[in-house]
């Protein structure tokens, strides 16, 4: 038989288990958490009055389900961590136009220069990390 643990003070999901109905006393800690029968994932649901629920479908790439308040919230961390490896990979990418005998005329050399600077300069932007401003590579 399948129980899933969730902790009573939020109704996170904590595991699964599977075992009969005698020994799901020895499963879950009954002073922090409860426990309902069924298969319950904690992508998924949470458990909310001994009854799960259906967590809402996350609204973009960087939220993060808060079980004390069942709501979506943004993570700056997750946002940084996404934006700066885009960055990062950028310029990577355009490493080759700073380095000596590139097939580049010094103007073109330049604009990607310029570009290089912009993307370093991506985390002094306002909106940054959620609301970032690309900058354009030169053609």
């Known amino acids: 038989m399948n129980f899933t643990i969730y902790l009573l003070s939020t109704g996170e999901i904590q ?4 075992c009969n109905e005698s020994a799901i006393d020895n499963q879950y800690n ?3 958490e409860g426990y309902i029968e069924g298969n319950y994932p904690d992508t998924m649901f949470y458990i909310e009055n001994g009854s799960p629920q259906s ?4 609204p973009g790439p960087w939220y993060v389900f808060n ?3 069942k709501q979506w919230q943004q993570d700056a961390t997750l946002a940084e961590q996404s934006v700066n490896q885009q960055r990062v990979l950028l310029l990577y ?3 080759w136009t700073q380095i000596p005998n590139n097939p580049l005329t010094s103007e073109q050399q330049q604009q990607w220069a310029i570009y290089r600077q912009e993307l370093r300069d991506i ?4 909106g940054y ?3 970032v401003v690309w900058p354009t590579p030169p053609q």
Request: glycine share 0%; no cysteine.
């Open 67 to 69: 079980f004390t308040t």
């Open 30 to 32: 009954s002073i922090i």
């Open 129 to 131: 990390p959620f609301n």
């Open 55 to 58: 967590i809402p479908p996350q």
């Open 15 to 18: 595991r699964i288990v599977d």
């Open 93 to 95: 990418q355009s490493d």
């Open 123 to 126: 985390p002094q932007q306002s």
